[in-house]
């Protein structure tokens, strides 16, 4: 089964830097998909980026990019000029297009420091 | 443009009880899924449907019961609850189950069961 790991239980970061959260993932597939999933104190999840693995291309949003390295089946995220308002818990998913279920890391508490 | 919706936002339960945890989508998506989060842990699938009438078994199925009778809703039966089932529950919907994957999640019930 595939298994999503998040090392950092919590990051910080200084308002207007920089800070990037890290996901490793463990898959036998060639094909899936990734997302990386905000949830502030009002718990519900929002999805921030997604990225297809069958794409070069890293994903970018806004201020939100991911490095996606699928041979070594990372896939970080970077928040650039960090807001007060990104403070959340970050939770790194993995999809297979073969199975109706999304694996979570265990999630990333991420303070934003004014 | 309410998207996911769930009752009751937070629940008390004596050991033994048993309630219902509504959940409606007005997306007219054909997936459904239920997922717990425990305290520091990432989002554990209990119970998926892929449309009305179809319902199958997630990672932690022990405990609960749902149905689908309709595409709109689908909700999650805890019978005879335990304190192993003190959790925050989320529904969620997909419009498809093997295509982009994105899921779209209600804000989630806090359950406690003394």
């Known amino acids: 089964a595939q298994t999503v790991t998040q090392s950092q239980p919590e990051m910080s970061v200084q308002e207007a830097e920089t800070v990037t959260l890290s996901c490793t993932y463990d898959?036998?597939?060639?094909?899936?998909?990734l997302f990386w999933y905000k949830q502030p104190p009002s718990r519900q999840m929002i999805l921030v980026i997604r990225?297809?693995?069958?794409?070069?291309q890293n994903a970018t949003e806004n201020r939100f990019s991911v490095n996606f390295q699928k041979a070594a089946k990372s896939f970080s995220l970077k928040i650039s000029d960090s807001q007060l308002g990104d403070a959340a818990m970050y939770f790194c998913a993995y999809r297979s297009p073969k199975v109706n279920d999304m694996r979570f890391g265990a999630g990333t508490r991420l303070t934003v420091k004014p | 443009n309410a998207g996911v919706t769930q009752t009751p936002k937070f629940r008390i339960l004596k050991i033994g009880q048993s309630m219902t945890l509504q959940c409606t989508q007005d997306?007219?998506?054909?997936?459904m899924y239920w997922y717990r989060q425990d305290p520091g842990m990432g989002l554990k699938l209990i119970y998926y449907s892929v449309g009305a009438g179809i319902t199958d078994k997630g990672e932690v199925p022990n405990g609960y019961n749902v149905s689908r009778s309709t595409t709109e809703d689908f909700p999650l039966r805890l019978e005879l609850a335990a304190p192993s089932q003190t959790s925050v529950y989320f529904c969620?919907?997909?419009?498809?189950?093997?295509?982009?994957?994105?899921?779209?999640f209600g804000e989630g019930s806090r359950l406690t069961v003394l």
């Open positions: 990225q297809e693995a069958y794409k070069q």
């Open positions: 898959t036998s597939e060639s094909d899936y998909y």
């Open positions: 997306m007219n998506h054909n997936y």
């Open positions: 969620a919907s997909s419009l498809g189950g093997i295509n982009t994957g994105e899921l779209f």
